[in-house]
Nanobody, 123 residues
């Protein structure tokens, strides 16, 4: 049974970089034919897909975040990470890592989720 756990700082200052790590157990991010995504939910809004990395290392991003977001992986630790540069208070959200069978921008299609981590952007 795959399990995902987000970790990282819960408070980030404006203009700095948001960095989160998803630790995966019960499934290899490098071998399994799955896609590994970062999804966030701002206060009062729906969940929105940030991007994903495939089992082969390919990445895709939400177009509006493409210039600021980067997803990477460490196969030796079975982890994948999110970096979001130049953050503003609008980036405040609960951030989730998730796994799905498809490389999709539809957050509803991801089937396995971490518990989420609150990240607040504030000075």
């Amino acid at each position: 049974q795959v399990q995902l756990q987000e970790s990282g700082p819960g408070l980030v200052k404006p203009s700095q970089t948001l960095s989160l790590t998803c630790t995966v157990s019960g499934g290899s991010i490098a071998i399994n034919p799955f896609y590994w995504a970062w999804i966030r939910q701002p206060p009062g809004k729906a969940r929105e897909w940030i991007g994903h990395i495939g089992y082969a290392g390919n990445t895709n991003y939400r177009p509006s975040l493409r210039s600021r977001a980067s997803i990477s992986r460490d196969t030796t630790k079975n982890q994948f990470s999110l970096q979001l540069n130049s953050v503003t208070p609008e980036d405040t959200a609960v951030y989730f890592c998730a796994r799905g069978d498809y490389g999709t921008s539809d957050a509803h299609l991801y089937t396995d989720w971490g518990q989420g981590i609150q990240v607040t952007v504030s000075s």
